[in-house]
C-alpha cells in the first residue's frame, strides 16, 4: 500500500507545535470507542425453506438488477442441470450486451395517490422495470399478498389504472418449500385500466417446484428456490390471456432472478422470455 509522503510530518508538526504552546503534551486522551454496529435483521439458515421472516419488504432499501432491454427476448434456461453431485444448477451468469441497470424499491403506502383504495395494504413495489405500475401488498405469517394494481401516477401518459381485488391473492405461502402449490382467483369490479372502465378476474397458479444453485453475474446462490407462476387474466370483456412467470428466490434476500414469458406460452420450461431479471451490481 502507498502512503502519503506527507503524512508524518504533517503530524508532527501539529504535534510540536502543540508543545511550544502549552509545554506539556497531554497523555489522558479518551480511550477509542468503536461505532455502533448494525445487526442484521435476516440471516439465511439454509434449510432449504423460506418462512415469512425471511420473505419481508424493506421500504426505501433500493435494490440493483440487471434487466434486459425492453420490447426484445432473450434465450432463457430454466431447466438447469445437474451436476456430478447431483444438485441442479441454472448457470444464469453470462451478461447480456443490451442488459440494462434498474434500481428497485419497495415504498410505503402511505402517500400513494391511490392508498385510500387499499385499506388494509402495507407496502407497494414496481411491476415493472420502468415503474410505469405498482403492485400493492399485505405480509403476515401466512402469505405475502398481492391486493391490487395502480399506475405510478393518477395521470399516467397511458391513462391512470386502479384494480382492487375484492379478495386478496396468495402470492407467495408459507412455508415456501419444494413441493408446494397453490391457487388463487380474485375479480375485480368497477376497475380502471389504462383510463378504461375494467371488469373482470385473475387466477394465480403458483408452484415450488425446484431447489439448487443459482449463478448469477455478481452472486451465487447455493440453495435457491424455483417457484413458477401462470397468471390467467379473464376480463369480462376481451380475450383470456395468459402468461408464465419463473422466479428464484432465497431466504432473506427475496426474489434474485425472474424470467417473463411471452403472452399465451403453453411450455412450462419456456425458452424465450420477454424479460430477464437478475440481481446485479
Keep these: 500500500m502507498m502512503r502519503s509522503p506527507f503524512s508524518v510530518p ?116 414496481p411491476m415493472d422495470a420502468a415503474g410505469a405500475m405498482e403492485a400493492v401488498y399485505r405480509h403476515d405469517g401466512e402469505a405475502l399478498w398481492l391486493l391490487g394494481i395502480a399506475s405510478h401516477t393518477s395521470d399516467a401518459p397511458e391513462g ?17 418449500q419444494p413441493g408446494a402449490s397453490w391457487t388463487s382467483k380474485a375479480t375485480t369490479t368497477q376497475a380502471t385500466l389504462m383510463g378504461l372502465p375494467y371488469a373482470g378476474s385473475d387466477t394465480y397458479e403458483v408452484s415450488v417446484d425446484g431447489a439448487g444453485r443459482l449463478e448469477l453475474p455478481a452472486f451465487t446462490f447455493t440453495q435457491a428456490l424455483r417457484v413458477r407462476t401462470k397468471v390467467t387474466v379473464d376480463p369480462v370483456v376481451g380475450k383470456l390471456t395468459t402468461r408464465r412467470q419463473v422466479s428464484f428466490l432465497f431466504e432473506c434476500f427475496g426474489e434474485v432472478a425472474r424470467a417473463t414469458s411471452r403472452n399465451d406460452e403453453e411450455a412450462a420450461d419456456f425458452t424465450k422470455a420477454t424479460e430477464v431479471r437478475r440481481l446485479g451490481y
Excluded at 431447466?79 to 447480456?96: C, I, L, N, T, Y
Excluded at 443490451?98 to 402495507?122: C, E, H, M
Excluded at 389504472?161 to 402470492?171: F, R, S
Design 160 to 176: 391512470k389504472t386502479l384494480l382492487v381485488y375484492e379478495t386478496p391473492i396468495a402470492l407467495f405461502r408459507f412455508p415456501l
Design 10 to 125: 504533517l503530524v508532527a508538526c501539529t504535534l510540536l507545535a502543540c508543545a511550544a504552546d502549552n509545554r506539556t503534551v497531554p497523555t489522558d486522551w479518551p480511550p477509542y470507542e468503536a461505532a455502533t454496529s448494525t445487526t442484521l435483521t435476516c440471516m439465511p439458515n439454509l434449510d432449504g425453506n423460506i418462512d415469512a421472516a425471511e420473505l419481508q419488504a424493506a421500504p426505501g432499501l433500493p435494490v440493483r438488477y440487471l434487466v434486459t432491454a425492453a420490447n426484445t427476448e432473450h434465450d432463457v434456461d430454466l431447466a438447469g442441470k445437474v451436476d456430478a453431485e447431483g444438485r441442479r444448477v441454472w448457470d444464469w451468469s453470462m451478461e447480456q450486451p443490451d442488459d440494462r441497470v434498474a434500481t428497485i424499491a419497495a415504498s410505503v403506502l402511505a402517500n400513494k395517490w391511490y392508498a385510500p383504495a387499499f385499506p388494509s395494504g402495507q407496502f407497494v413495489a
